[in-house]
């Protein structure tokens, strides 16, 4: 078998994979960006626990087959907030967090990647995500991209689901459809309760496991066909975003 950079679905690199003569011969020579899934273990309504680490994991490989990165692994553990009760969630400190991250990212500097694009599957760190990219420029000369999916495609969601949901709606069930369909169970999503996200309401825990913009709209849905048409636009507006972040920093600052 032919060494671990060419094998599987097409040209996707995987950072684990390589040895580190392969490495050192393709970075930054044939690879300098590199893209790495982040997300966290939470309950997620009907689908996994792993729901905010299947679909950056799925988004990352989609990139990395239509664009030139090499794939990290993923980091999996982040900053559970509002459902960390429910049974399965797991959750480590904001400013663990923070620091981790930005030593994972500045890490990849060192590596001798010039660009970084980050999948994010969680909104609890969205915050620490940001701020770990400015110390990655600062501290290691990494221009960076962050995906935070779900928020990218609304008139995908009005257009398909006919309204946003939230917090393992349909969005996310549409992501883990599109990743590992087996793991959509109907019997799950059946009968589920959710909660409406409520302006200048906060609470601790958040009083379902599923969160909406409106009820009775965008719940989750085993439906195949609009999760691939759902996720098609997703993963269409990933690529753009990063085309055009790579475009503007290749014109303006020679990167
Ligand atoms: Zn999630």
């Known amino acids: 078998m032919e060494a671990g950079i060419t094998k599987e679905k097409g040209k996707v690199a995987r950072l684990a994979e390589l040895s580190w003569k392969e490495f050192g011969e393709l970075v930054p020579a044939r690879y300098d960006a590199v893209v790495i899934p982040v997300g966290t273990v939470e309950a997620h309504g009907g689908i996994p626990l792993g729901t ?25 553990y982040g900053i559970t907030r509002t459902m960390l ?40 760190h ?3 995500l940001r701020e770990a990219a400015q110390v990655a420029y600062r501290d290691a000369d990494l221009f960076t991209v962050v995906l935070h999916w779900w928020l990218m495609a609304p008139e995908a969601s009005e257009e398909v689901y006919g309204g946003e949901g939230g917090h393992a709606a349909a969005e996310e069930t549409a992501g883990v459809l599109a990743a590992r369909p ?5 019997a799950l999503l059946a009968g589920l309760n959710a909660a409406k996200y409520e302006k200048g309401v906060f609470r ?44 503007g920093w290749r014109e303006e600052l020679g990167r």
């Open 126 to 128: 969205v915050d620490e």
């Open 85 to 124: 009760p429910y049974p399965g969630s797991h959750a480590v400190a904001p400013a663990t967090f923070r620091q981790y991250v930005t030593e994972v990212f500045v890490g990849f500097g060192r590596m001798g990647f010039r660009k970084l694009v980050v999948v994010n599957g969680h909104g609890g």
């Open 204 to 247: 601790m825990p958040f009083p379902r496991p599923v969160g909406v913009r409106e009820f009775g709209k965008a719940m989750p849905s085993a439906d195949v066909e609009s999760a691939k048409k759902y996720m098609a636009v997703i993963e269409k507006r990933c690529v753009e975003a990063v085309e055009e972040a790579f475009a």
């Open 52 to 76: 905010d680490i299947i679909i950056p994991e799925y988004l990352a490989e989609r990139l990395a087959g239509r664009l030139n990165f090499i794939i990290a692994p993923t980091v999996n």
């Open 182 to 186: 087996e793991l959509v169970k109907a």
